[in-house]
């Protein structure tokens, strides 16, 4: 494999995480294994688009860094797509906009590669705790809510029904298979923080290319910033109700067998478990253990009542997504400078 090959994209849409995009496109250029290129997405942020093509001025004019602006509707699902028709190169890593990877990232991911059926990669994201430790009541069975790996997946490189947008790899080829992501599942700037749009676009790549491998690579480490608003309660219980809406789409998309597999064990052998090494601790007076209890129950809770109501509301028509093919630049040029020439 070449040394280049692959193009990184970070998806970013506020100028309240200057410091954090500006971390993450540091963690890209100290890799050991060199991007081709790495592309900023700006999610309907003139000025945030424009800062960000004058910061990279120099990187924008030796093709390392690319600014480009969202081409469809506000979302990041929207913004990736906008990175994939853009990609050159043969591989499209993601990257969240608060998040920092390791120097071995992009090289654990292209060792996955050398399998010719492997069409996507993830890793292993860990929280970055803005209060400096995790809160005692948080279950790590829960740490997707704050965008991170979570008790219950497997460990080492293993291969997986989908892997996680934040920290996540693809053939170029797999979009021109399966399209890209979904448009009204994944997250849209400020508004509910819905999710679920990797795991959509994952099985359907698997419907349009059965022999293809998924994996997760736990080599491939990234940390994820936690603000301290994430850290609270009410921002769990509003993930996890978001993500129950999710849930829905994805099985209304995808049929509720495979849209809802993975989970099936989650919630018959992950959380049961961790509800008793909850009460477990609670017992010792550990700190934490039965507000972990706690927390696990009234997550799979607002979980469910978000499924009920997003079924219904799919049923009704109330709520609308769609995905297509992925459309190329038509002219190399546009594709390698998609900003005005002032604006770089």
Known sequence: MNERV?????CVYTEERW???????????????????????????ERLRARLAETYRDDVA??????LANAGPRGLSAGRNTGIAAARGAFVAFLDDDAVAEPDWLHWFAAAYDDPRVMAVGGRTLPAWASGRRPAWFPEEFDWVVGCTYRGLPPGRVRVRNVLGGNASFRRTAFDA?????????????????????????????????????????????????????ERFGYFRTRTYAEGLSKALVARSVGASKGLEAERRYTTRVLPAGVLRGLRD?????????????AIVAGVATAAAGYVRGSLRARRGGTTF??????????????HDALPEAAV
Do not use: M
Request: aromatic residues 2%.
């Open 178 to 230: 399966a399209g890209g992501f979904a448009t009204g599942i994944g997250r849209d700037g400020d508004r509910r923080p819905l999710g679920c749009e990797e795991t959509e676009l994952c099985i359907r790549l698997s419907g349009a290319l059965p022999e293809a491998v998924l994996l997760i690579d736990d080599r491939a480490v990234i940390h994820h910033k936690v603000p301290t608003a994430r």
């Open 62 to 67: 030796h093709g390392e860094v690319r600014v």
């Open 282 to 294: 609670a017992v010792l007076a550990r700190p934490g253990g039965a507000g972990r209890a706690g």
């Open 19 to 45: 410091q954090d995009i500006l971390a993450a496109v540091d963690s890209v250029r100290a890799q050991t294994r060199p991007a081709l290129e790495t592309l900023l997405v700006v999610d309907h942020n």
């Open 322 to 335: 769609s995905s297509g093919p992925i459309q190329r630049p038509a002219a190399p040029a546009q594709a």
């Open 6 to 10: 692959f193009s990184v994209v970070i």
